[in-house]
């Protein structure tokens, strides 16, 4: 009988593979390159078969190293999740860091106060995410990004979209109609390069317009604004606080963008009460938080 290989070999394949790096698997694992390198080299050599072709730059799996690799993921992510239903830790709530900042943290006081029992972790991340690799929970995701498959998908609310600019700001270029923006020096995201076209869409305005300036991350572009660089177009509910304190004006009000806000939860997690309960606080507080949004437009999510 051929013997069976380790499973301390299997990791090591499964998590090179998915990395092309035994470098960063043996981060990943705990463990040195060496034995990353030594258990891979012994699982080819029981196998019979390279599993990967080797380079400089990359370590890319064979056709049969690929293969072995998609059901080694699919195991490995099956028994994480079957002992998360059986030893439940904390939930971890993933999502982007200006969601954090802006939104998030502002409302865990009054979220531990209701809920005592609830432990929450947090993993900031905007894009695709692995629920059981990542040990994820619940993710706020846009509509634009693919939700992965089997995840438990609910709508949370349409984001609201706003150009703001320091009261001064507005004040010198005579902000008052939405045409005034071919006067102004306009800011964006390279997360969202589509922002402002999309604003003009929403808004059948005919404008040829530029982007003078793009920051990495949202926080990054309403500090900016803040600072009287310019117009920045963000969602209503990063600013929200700024708004009403008079730090940054919206002079052409809100309007709701083309993008969703969606609640992603890992199928493993669902039936748990406090993923439950997260899941209601999460919906209701986004579904307040676009009721405040709207009454910048005048009108009612």
């Known amino acids: 009988m051929r013997p069976r290989p380790s499973l301390n070999?299997?990791?090591?394949?499964?998590?090179?593979?998915?990395?092309?790096?035994m470098t960063a698997a043996s981060l990943e694992l705990s463990v040195t390159h060496g034995a990353v390198?030594?258990?891979?080299?012994?699982?080819?050599?029981?196998?019979?078969?390279?599993?990967?072709?080797?380079?400089?730059?990359?370590?890319?799996?064979?056709?049969?190293?690929?293969?072995l690799a998609e059901g080694l993921t699919a195991a490995f992510n099956l028994i994480d999740a079957s002992v998360e239903q059986i030893l439940p830790g904390s939930l971890t709530v993933s999502c982007s860091a200006t969601i954090m900042m802006y939104w998030l943290i502002p409302r865990l006081a009054a979220f531990h106060e209701a809920q005592r029992g609830i432990d929450l972790q947090f993993n900031l991340n905007y894009d695709q995410v692995d629920f059981i690799r990542d040990k994820?929970?619940?993710?706020?995701?846009?509509?634009v990004i693919t939700p992965p498959r089997d995840v438990i998908i609910k709508e949370l609310a349409r984001e609201w979209i706003s150009p703001v600019c320091a009261a001064s700001y507005a004040k010198t270029n005579r902000l008052q109609d939405p045409g005034d923006?071919?006067?102004c020096?306009?800011?964006?995201?390279?997360?969202?390069?589509?922002?402002?076209?999309?604003?003009?869409?929403?808004?059948?305005?005919?404008?040829?317009?530029?982007?003078?300036?793009?920051?990495?991350h949202f926080y990054?572009?309403?500090?900016?604004?803040?600072?009287?660089?310019g117009l920045a177009l963000v969602p209503t509910m990063f600013v929200l606080e700024e708004l009403n304190?008079?730090?940054?004006?919206?002079?052409?009000?809100?309007?709701?963008?083309?993008?969703?806000?969606?609640?992603?939860?890992?199928p493993?997690?669902?039936?748990?009460?406090?993923?439950?309960?997260?899941?209601?606080?999460?919906?209701?507080?986004?579904s307040a938080t676009a009721e405040i949004c709207a009454t910048l437009a005048g009108v009612t999510a």
Do not use: N
Not at 136 to 143: F, G, K, P, Q
Not at 220 to 229: E, H, R, T, V, Y
């Open 9 to 21: 070999a299997l990791r090591a394949f499964e998590a090179t593979a998915r990395l092309r790096s």
């Open 37 to 67: 390198s030594r258990h891979i080299r012994s699982l080819e050599e029981l196998l019979s078969v390279p599993l990967f072709v080797r380079s400089s730059s990359s370590t890319d799996p064979t056709p049969e190293g690929i293969r």
């Open 136 to 143: 994820v929970s619940i993710a706020i995701r846009s509509s």
């Open 181 to 183: 923006i071919a006067r």
């Open 185 to 216: 020096r306009l800011l964006g995201t390279r997360t969202r390069p589509e922002a402002w076209s999309d604003w003009l869409d929403e808004m059948r305005l005919q404008q040829d317009i530029r982007v003078q300036d793009s920051y990495d």
């Open 220 to 229: 990054l572009l309403i500090q900016a604004a803040l600072c009287g660089l």
């Open 245 to 266: 304190s008079g730090r940054l004006v919206a002079p052409f009000g809100s309007i709701p963008g083309k993008r969703k806000l969606i609640l992603w939860t890992a």
């Open 268 to 286: 493993h997690v669902v039936s748990r009460p406090d993923s439950r309960a997260v899941s209601h606080w999460l919906t209701r507080e986004m």
